[in-house]
């Protein structure tokens, strides 16, 4: 969190010299104390944190890809002029923890076309703008990259 914050710091300063990125460390140390005493963060987790780091970055990149693939289809469809058939997708994962379940619901709401309508345990029900889309929903490549993040699977 701590470079997070440096980095964050910098680019809104929009050049970086030595007084900034002193600054910057200054400001991130503190947002760092902030979070140790209010926040329950430690420096555990912070060593997590940038381990996982280029795993989330790949993650984003990914599902970035999909959200482009979803916008040209929907597209597509809807420049195409055919009738739309919207449908509910039931959908189990095969995650096993509770984040990484949210993360998947919410990478099917960012990809345009399909929303989440709710998240149950090990369950998801999915709204698609098209049955086609419902039918390829299951999407175990999403999963398993989920999985990855924190070095399983």
Same mark, same amino acid.
């Given at each position: 969190?701590? $470079? /997070?914050?440096?980095?964050?710091? $910098?680019?809104?300063?929009?050049?970086?010299? $030595?007084?900034?990125?002193? #600054? !910057?460390?200054?400001?991130?140390?503190?947002?760092?104390?902030?979070?140790?005493?209010?926040?329950?963060?430690?420096?555990?987790?912070?060593?997590?944190?940038?381990?996982?780091?280029?795993?989330?970055?790949?993650? !984003?990149?990914?599902?970035?890809?999909? /959200?482009?693939?979803?916008?040209?289809?929907?597209?597509?469809?809807?420049?195409?002029?055919?009738?739309?058939?919207?449908? /509910?997708?039931?959908?189990?994962?095969?995650?096993?923890?509770?984040?990484?379940?949210?993360?998947?619901?919410?990478? &099917?709401?960012?990809?345009?076309?399909? &929303?989440?309508?709710?998240?149950?345990?090990?369950?998801?029900?999915?709204?698609? #703008?098209?049955?086609?889309?419902?039918?390829?929903?299951?999407?175990?490549?999403?999963?398993?990259?989920?999985?990855?993040?924190?070095?399983? !699977?």
């Amino acid at each position: 969190m701590s $470079v /997070i914050l440096w980095l964050f710091f $910098v680019l809104l300063n929009g050049k970086l010299n $030595v007084e900034i990125a002193l #600054l !910057g460390a200054a400001v991130a140390a503190l947002g760092m104390a902030f979070a140790c005493m209010a926040l329950d963060w430690n420096w555990a987790r912070e060593r997590r944190l940038l381990t996982l780091l280029p795993r989330l970055l790949g993650y !984003g990149a990914y599902l970035f890809g999909q /959200i482009v693939l979803a916008n040209l289809a929907t597209l597509r469809r809807v420049y195409s002029r055919r009738k739309v058939e919207p449908a /509910i997708a039931e959908v189990d994962t095969a995650l096993e923890r509770r984040w990484q379940r949210v993360l998947l619901a919410n990478s &099917i709401t960012l990809t345009p076309g399909t &929303i989440t309508l709710e998240l149950s345990g090990d369950h998801l029900t999915v709204h698609c #703008l098209d049955r086609g889309d419902a039918d390829g929903l299951p999407d175990k490549n999403m999963e398993r990259r989920i999985e990855r993040l924190e070095g399983r !699977g």
